[in-house]
């Protein structure tokens, strides 16, 4: 199913010309249509709406018998029926809902498509979800506002009961948040298998965008759904001006005009003390007929006045009239007595409540900060982190402090926005300067939830088990603050992802750095995977967790999804959870984590160090979106060099090792982890292949299984470096992604 959305200007009978202050409004304006007010600057008659984009369209609408005995606004000349509008500049209207149906074998039936002109008014970001309903469903919505943007999200649900009403969580339901600005987008819904694993309670995916409080998941949706329309908010404003920058903006008398910050455009208030429509002219608020308004002493001597309102005393009293001043008193002596009555009085129970208060306070103190301890993981933590050193002390790591709210509030001054270097789907990195002069990355989650401390939880305990120089270092956490922080060392250049793709912050970083590179991350993974205490698999491999310092050395990141793997454990069964793009298909398809996901996910970015490709991308063409099934087409085809970013690939000296590498990635591209090699197998290969440069003679005269054994006693002498701990300052470079119908086609190559 495909709903489009661009940005159009409505239709209407009459133009209308340019606002100006002197503008009549025709006395003839129908104030509603049907049982929705419409205000001003909206109308649905010529002279009755401030411009072309404010037209409602009052129109005879069929309900129950057919008959049209009812009439219904209209956004324009379009469909899109209005529900609502307030002056504060919601626009609430009903948007079409998708669907994408099969039938029992697999066979895709007729599905809606539903087109729509929305005017030039935003859908809300804060009011409304992106939201899709199914159990073997992919939905996205991209579109641009200015710059390209893609999001979407996954449901996929092995059966009916692992479904709860109301918990829209990616299990049969998924939402995700919309973009601002969005005028201009394409929303999507597709099936991986078709619905055929799913089809007897679940036979079409739906997919709409829905005003959040509007929609409650419940399971009986899967099966029967008969909504074709969805109720959404819109924001309006005043298109493509501000206060500044117009002359003849549409606020009347006694109202202010105020620029709009999260919607291109201003709106119009109605200034203090006046009430009313502010695109009409605002009229006196009466503050003396509503008690409530004013703070006279005697209501009855409240005196009316243009936007405000006066008190007065009586002849025999004296004083302003008002409760906040004097108030009215008999005379001055009298005044005096109270005050010195009431000044003693309030000195000995300020004495009193104070000695109270601050003991109170303290205690109080002290009881928040033990809540905030319970509540953000911190007995769980220390049970995790007391069972995993084998019942020691339970402390993390000697290194590793504990660091007060006080400490870091004034390292990030307050958590200024200045100091953002990072924001994702679940936190935002801040830079830190500590007093002793250190510079750190300080990691807070945005929500206060119970996924969020057991991630938190999850993250300290798998770094405290990561002993690697090519792994952040975790400097401490913090427990005191409503939501948990994490400290880690301060990676000073950016993301791989960003020296590989971001064109403005990119650099041409040579081959042997970027094989070097590789190395260690496979290094890093090798370790993570064979020689930690407890085998740990990361879960989210990709360029934007490959932090690089100012030698271009490999830090990896992001833990956040990591998993300990018992000894006795060959694999984990848990909700699908990464990267698409990088996302290994047989997890996918199976839920059944191994190491083998890491390898995967490591040859992604291998391909990615060699093309300067994105693992996926929207604006290729659909045969190129995903890097790595593009990747083993041009290998099957003998087209590598084809794909090899062009200034690597001109150096002659690269194209050994570039076959050498190329090779090594479709192995860990292939499709069953069965075949694919460990990371240790992947770590030694690379070794090896750097070694082709400095050592050419390793390649002459000797066979693999000589090369192998040179490549392991090379592999075994390396000796890994103390540091733990990492997190990532690039997740706001994670993707938001979306899918087409196939994008994960079945592989058959790569083997």
Not at 162 to 171: A, F, K, R, V, Y
Not at 207 to 226: C, G, M, P, T
């Given at each position: 199913?495909?709903?489009?959305?661009?940005?159009?200007y409505?239709?209407?009978?009459?133009?209308?010309?340019?606002?100006?202050s002197?503008?009549?409004?025709?006395?003839d304006?129908?104030?509603?249509?049907?049982?929705?007010?419409?205000?001003?600057?909206f109308g649905?008659t010529?002279?009755?709406?401030?411009n072309s984009?404010?037209?409602?369209?009052?129109?005879?609408?069929?309900?129950g018998?057919g008959?049209?005995?009812?009439?219904?606004?209209y956004l324009?000349?379009?469909?899109?029926?209005?529900l609502?509008?307030?002056?504060?500049?919601?626009?609430?209207?009903?948007?079409f809902?998708g669907?994408?149906?099969?039938?029992?074998s697999?066979?895709?039936q007729l599905?809606f498509y539903?087109?729509?002109?929305?005017?030039?008014?935003?859908v809300?970001?804060?009011?409304?979800?992106?939201?899709?309903?199914?159990?073997?469903?992919?939905?996205?919505?991209?579109?641009?506002?200015?710059?390209?943007?893609?999001?979407?999200c996954?449901s996929i649900?092995?059966g009916?009961?692992?479904?709860?009403?109301?918990?829209c969580?990616g299990?049969?339901?998924?939402?995700?948040?919309?973009?601002?600005?969005?005028v201009?987008?394409?929303?999507?819904?597709?099936s991986i298998?078709?619905?055929?694993?799913?089809?007897?309670?679940?036979?079409?995916?739906y997919?709409?965008?829905?005003e959040?409080?509007a929609?409650?998941?419940?399971?009986?949706?899967?099966?029967?759904?008969?909504?074709?329309?969805?109720?959404?908010?819109?924001?309006?404003?005043?298109w493509?001006?501000?206060c500044?920058?117009?002359?003849?903006?549409?606020?009347?008398?006694?109202?202010d005009?105020?620029?709009?910050k999260?919607?291109?455009?201003?709106?119009?208030?109605?200034?203090?003390?006046?009430?009313?429509?502010?695109?009409?002219?605002?009229t006196?608020?009466?503050?003396?007929?509503?008690?409530?308004?004013?703070?006279?002493?005697?209501?009855?001597?409240?005196?009316?006045?243009?936007?405000n309102?006066?008190c007065?005393c009586?002849k025999?009293?004296?004083?302003?009239?008002?409760?906040s001043?004097d108030?009215?008193t008999?005379?001055?002596?009298l005044?005096?007595?109270?005050?010195?009555?009431v000044?003693?009085?309030?000195?000995l129970?300020?004495?009193i409540?104070?000695?109270?208060?601050?003991?109170l306070?303290k205690?109080?103190?002290?009881?928040?900060?033990?809540?905030?301890?319970r509540?953000?993981?911190?007995i769980?933590?220390?049970?995790?982190?007391?069972?995993?050193?084998?019942?020691?002390?339970?402390?993390?790591n000697s290194?590793?402090?504990?660091?007060?709210?006080?400490?870091?509030?004034?390292?990030?001054?307050?958590?200024?926005?200045?100091?953002?270097?990072?924001?994702?789907?679940?936190?935002?990195?801040?830079?830190?300067?500590?007093?002793?002069?250190?510079?750190?990355?300080?990691?807070?989650p945005?929500?206060?939830?119970?996924?969020?401390f057991?991630?938190?939880?999850?993250?300290v305990?798998?770094?405290?088990?990561?002993?690697?120089?090519?792994?952040?270092k975790?400097?401490?956490?913090?427990?005191?603050?409503?939501?948990p922080?994490?400290?880690?060392?301060?990676?000073?250049?950016?993301?791989?992802?960003?020296?590989?793709?971001?064109?403005?912050k990119?650099?041409?970083?040579?081959w042997?750095?970027?094989?070097?590179?590789?190395?260690?991350?496979?290094g890093?993974?090798?370790?993570l995977?064979?020689a930690?205490?407890?085998?740990?698999?990361?879960?989210?491999?990709?360029?934007?967790n490959?932090?690089?310092?100012?030698?271009y050395?490999?830090?990896?990141s992001?833990?956040?999804?990591?998993r300990?793997?018992?000894l006795?454990?060959?694999?984990?069964?848990?909700?699908?959870?990464?990267?698409?793009g990088?996302?290994?298909?047989?997890y996918?398809?199976?839920?059944?984590?191994?190491?083998k996901?890491?390898?995967?996910?490591?040859?992604?970015v291998?391909?990615?160090?060699?093309t300067?490709?994105?693992?996926?991308?929207?604006?290729?063409?659909?045969?190129?979106?995903?890097?790595?099934?593009?990747?083993?087409?041009?290998?099957?085809?003998?087209l590598?060099?084809?794909?090899?970013?062009?200034?690597?690939?001109?150096?002659?000296g690269?194209?050994?090792q570039?076959?050498e590498?190329?090779?090594?990635a479709?192995r860990?591209?292939?499709?069953?982890?069965?075949?694919?090699?460990?990371?240790?197998?992947?770590?030694?290969?690379?070794e090896?292949?750097?070694?082709?440069?400095?050592?050419?003679?390793?390649?002459?005269?000797?066979n693999?299984?000589e090369?192998?054994?040179?490549l392991q006693?090379r592999?075994?002498?390396?000796?890994?470096?103390?540091?733990?701990?990492?997190?990532?300052y690039?997740e706001?470079t994670?993707?938001?992604?979306?899918?087409?119908?196939?994008?994960?086609p079945?592989?058959?190559s790569?083997?």
């Amino acid at each position: 199913m495909l709903y489009s959305a661009t940005t159009s200007y409505l239709a209407v009978v009459v133009a209308v010309a340019a606002v100006t202050s002197s503008q009549i409004i025709s006395p003839d304006c129908q104030s509603s249509c049907g049982n929705v007010s419409i205000p001003y600057p909206f109308g649905n008659t010529p002279g009755c709406y401030l411009n072309s984009f404010f037209l409602i369209s009052c129109r005879p609408s069929t309900e129950g018998n057919g008959n049209f005995n009812v009439s219904k606004p209209y956004l324009g000349t379009s469909s899109i029926e209005v529900l609502g509008i307030t002056l504060a500049g919601e626009l609430k209207v009903n948007l079409f809902v998708g669907n994408d149906c099969y039938t029992q074998s697999g066979a895709q039936q007729l599905s809606f498509y539903a087109f729509a002109n929305l005017p030039t008014f935003p859908v809300s970001t804060t009011r409304n979800k992106f939201t899709a309903i199914g159990c073997d469903t992919v939905a996205a919505v991209d579109g641009s506002s200015g710059n390209g943007f893609a999001t979407g999200c996954l449901s996929i649900c092995g059966g009916i009961d692992s479904l709860t009403d109301g918990e829209c969580n990616g299990i049969g339901c998924c939402q995700t948040t919309i973009p601002s600005n969005l005028v201009s987008f394409n929303v999507s819904v597709s099936s991986i298998r078709n619905h055929t694993t799913v089809w007897s309670f679940n036979p079409c995916s739906y997919v709409f965008i829905v005003e959040e409080s509007a929609y409650q998941f419940s399971r009986s949706d899967l099966k029967i759904w008969n909504k074709t329309v969805m109720p959404a908010v819109l924001d309006w404003s005043i298109w493509q001006e501000t206060c500044e920058n117009t002359t003849t903006h549409a606020c009347k008398a006694n109202s202010d005009c105020i620029d709009v910050k999260d919607v291109s455009g201003y709106r119009c208030n109605c200034s203090s003390g006046y009430q009313g429509n502010p695109y009409l002219g605002c009229t006196d608020k009466n503050e003396c007929e509503d008690p409530n308004l004013n703070d006279c002493v005697v209501k009855k001597l409240c005196e009316n006045t243009p936007g405000n309102y006066s008190c007065t005393c009586p002849k025999w009293y004296i004083g302003d009239g008002r409760k906040s001043g004097d108030g009215c008193t008999i005379n001055e002596s009298l005044v005096k007595v109270i005050v010195i009555v009431v000044a003693g009085s309030a000195v000995l129970l300020m004495s009193i409540f104070g000695f109270l208060y601050f003991g109170l306070k303290k205690r109080k103190f002290l009881k928040q900060k033990e809540k905030y301890f319970r509540q953000n993981g911190g007995i769980l933590l220390q049970q995790q982190l007391h069972e995993r050193v084998g019942g020691s002390s339970g402390s993390m790591n000697s290194s590793a402090r504990i660091f007060s709210a006080e400490e870091l509030k004034e390292a990030t001054n307050d958590f200024n926005e200045s100091r953002i270097i990072g924001r994702g789907g679940f936190g935002v990195v801040y830079k830190g300067n500590l007093r002793n002069g250190e510079v750190v990355a300080i990691k807070k989650p945005k929500l206060v939830d119970q996924s969020q401390f057991e991630q938190f939880v999850n993250e300290v305990v798998v770094l405290s088990q990561i002993n690697h120089r090519n792994v952040v270092k975790l400097l401490g956490c913090c427990l005191e603050t409503e939501v948990p922080l994490l400290v880690y060392e301060f990676i000073n250049n950016g993301t791989l992802f960003d020296h590989i793709h971001n064109k403005a912050k990119s650099s041409k970083v040579p081959w042997d750095t970027r094989l070097r590179i590789a190395t260690e991350a496979a290094g890093v993974l090798s370790y993570l995977h064979s020689a930690a205490s407890i085998p740990i698999i990361h879960r989210d491999v990709k360029s934007t967790n490959i932090l690089l310092d100012e030698s271009y050395t490999a830090k990896v990141s992001d833990f956040g999804a990591s998993r300990l793997v018992p000894l006795d454990h060959a694999q984990l069964s848990t909700m699908v959870q990464g990267t698409i793009g990088y996302l290994d298909p047989e997890y996918m398809l199976t839920c059944q984590l191994t190491e083998k996901s890491d390898v995967y996910s490591f040859g992604v970015v291998l391909v990615e160090l060699m093309t300067g490709k994105k693992a996926l991308s929207f604006d290729r063409p659909e045969e190129e979106r995903s890097l790595a099934m593009y990747f083993l087409s041009c290998l099957k085809d003998d087209l590598l060099f084809d794909i090899v970013e062009e200034f690597i690939s001109e150096e002659e000296g690269n194209r050994k090792q570039l076959i050498e590498v190329a090779t090594l990635a479709k192995r860990c591209l292939r499709v069953k982890g069965e075949e694919r090699p460990s990371m240790k197998e992947v770590a030694m290969e690379l070794e090896g292949i750097r070694a082709m440069v400095s050592h050419p003679w390793v390649t002459m005269g000797r066979n693999p299984e000589e090369m192998t054994e040179l490549l392991q006693e090379r592999f075994e002498s390396i000796e890994y470096a103390t540091g733990s701990g990492t997190t990532s300052y690039s997740e706001s470079t994670g993707y938001s992604y979306s899918m087409k119908n196939h994008v994960m086609p079945p592989v058959s190559s790569g083997r």
